[in-house]
């Protein structure tokens, strides 16, 4: 399989996706299916990192496998999603994405260009929850 889903801390606050090479949409239906059986078996918040640094390559039919996905029942625990990518075609589908669904707009979903970045905002993001007393964004809620 050429996307690999993993827990990123021992804590199990961060899940990770790995996509290495070309993938199919069957491949990230099977990912998302397992990434939502990871999630859903923890009962606090969990951020996710979509690592797509080592794929080049988009499927076909972009548009309505995005809108597929959306239609996926996410798990309620899942607060931040970063796409890590240099791939420009993918900034521009997650830019419209954003502005079409609104819980991905309101910094649910962000596009950064490592997976330092990613981490890095992650942990500066719950620093800042755990200064203002909670763990639950206020563009989330």
């Not at 990770?16 to 923890?42: C, H, I, L, P």
């Not at 597929?68 to 309620?76: K, Y």
């Not at 707009?105 to 962000?110: A, R, V």
Request: hydrophobic share 40%; glycine share 4%.
């Amino acid at each position: 399989m050429t996307i690999t889903v993993q827990w990123d801390d021992e804590a199990k606050t961060i899940v990770r996706w790995v996509f290495d090479g070309k993938w199919t949409w069957d491949e990230y239906n099977q990912a998302m299916t397992e990434s939502n059986e990871r999630v859903r078996s923890v009962d606090h918040f969990v951020d996710a990192i979509m690592d797509l640094s080592h794929s080049n390559v988009l499927p076909s039919n972009v548009l309505s496998n995005t809108h597929a996905a959306r239609d996926e029942i996410q798990p309620q625990n899942v607060r931040w999603i970063y796409i890590v990518s240099h791939q420009a075609l993918l900034k521009a589908l997650i830019n419209i994405f954003t502005r079409l669904y609104e819980r991905f707009g309101k910094g649910g979903l962000s596009m950064v260009e490592s997976l330092d970045i990613a981490c890095a905002d992650i942990q500066k993001r719950r620093a800042a929850l755990a200064a203002s007393g909670s763990d639950t964004p206020a563009s989330t809620s």
